[in-house]
């Protein structure tokens, strides 16, 4: 029996309102855009010398309307409206939305610009949409159900897949860097990497491919705004990759009142995949540089990590098309949510289509395996156990 893909993901999908809202605006955002792209139109330069299309003010207009009207307390940071002195306090929580990234691209037709659209809590993107509609592949994710790829067909989502940075090849790093501002090759920052190729695209198209293990790193030794990185942040993050300042602290969002740069201006960057790369690109400053920055010393960790996450998602998998019966998987105590976490990203988003079963750590170890097997027994599940023989000396301590 084989796990079916949904022909369509649940865009009302009670567990993430705001993602379906998101989803939903990128995809109407697309529509706007792509008939304003078939046809002759306006482009004005704006004070920053940046092109403004009339794409750009209708995009955003649309996509505004949809979230404020959904969510009327969560404050909305929009690249438009900012130019024009709106920019509302956004406290710990708010959106950012660049309704049209790459309007250099958009205007030379090369089809790789993108609808952005992020939710900030606390200073992290922690949900993604990036929808680029001339290229028909949408991009979202989100800290509680990792990321996901997929097709846009007549306005729909077809053929979502789940995506996950990858490990580094052993051929090298495929680098990839703006079309429009240059890829950082050549740079001296670059030097300890094996670099086996170079990619330009546009937009925030650079974070996707490194999201879904088409690259490796996206270096930007250059300025940008916090609405043209953070919906692509969101989904390099849920896909198991990391987006480091300079100095390898994560980026942070909501920067204001900036001594050196407006509001909402974004220092350089890299966004990297697999974290064995993070020691690579942010050494310490001087051999008595003993304590690391964020993630510097755990980069290793974090890639074996990413593999175990990946290897337990296939397992998941696996099992869900391999038996017949219901199977029920089970939990101790606080693996649960771990699990959970697990299953979620395997499936979504589909539900999960076996029951979990979650046993008490108040209890025994006999009481544990008895209320184990007679659920099984009773609900006629088959039952997968995975036993760590390493472990078995101490389990046997608690009977």
Known sequence: MDQQTPASPSLDRQDNPILAVALEAALAAGVKIIEIYGREFSVETKADASPLTEADVAAET????????????????AEEAVANGIAPECGSRFFLVDPLDGSKEFIARNGEFTVNIALVEDGVPVLGVVFAPALKRIWW????????????????????????????????VTLVGSRSHGSGKGDSR???????????????????????????????????????????????????????????????????????????????????????????ICPPASANDVEPTAFRDVGKALSHLARLEAESIEIFREVAASFERPVMMYSIGKDSSVLLHLA??????????????????????????????????????ELIVHTNPELLPEIGALT
């Open 62 to 77: 649309l996509i505004i309307d949809r979230l404020a009207k959904a969510f009327p307390d969560i404050p909305i940071i």
């Open 141 to 172: 994710g989100s800290s509680e159900h990792g990321a996901q790829v997929g097709l846009v067909e007549d306005g729909k989502i077809v053929a979502p897949v789940a995506i996950t940075v990858r490990e580094i090849p052993e051929e090298g």
């Open 190 to 280: 670059l030097s300890e990497l094996k670099i086996a190729s170079f990619v330009s695209v546009g937009s925030s198209l650079k974070f996707c491919l490194v999201a879904e293990g088409g690259a490796d790193i996206y270096p930007r030794f250059g300025r940008t705004m916090e609405w043209d990185t953070a919906a692509g942040d969101a989904i390099l993050r849920a896909a198991g990759g990391h987006v480091l300042d300079l100095a390898g602290n994560p980026f942070a969002y909501g920067k204001r009142n900036q001594a050196h740069d407006s509001d909402f201006a974004n220092g350089e960057f890299w966004a990297v995949g697999d974290g064995a790369l993070v020691a690579k």
């Open 344 to 381: 979620r990203k395997a499936f979504y988003p589909s539900r999960i289509p076996f029951p979990l079963l979650h046993i008490d750590t108040t209890w025994n170890f006999a009481e544990m395996i008895a209320f184990r097997d007679a659920m099984a027994e009773r609900f006629g599940f």
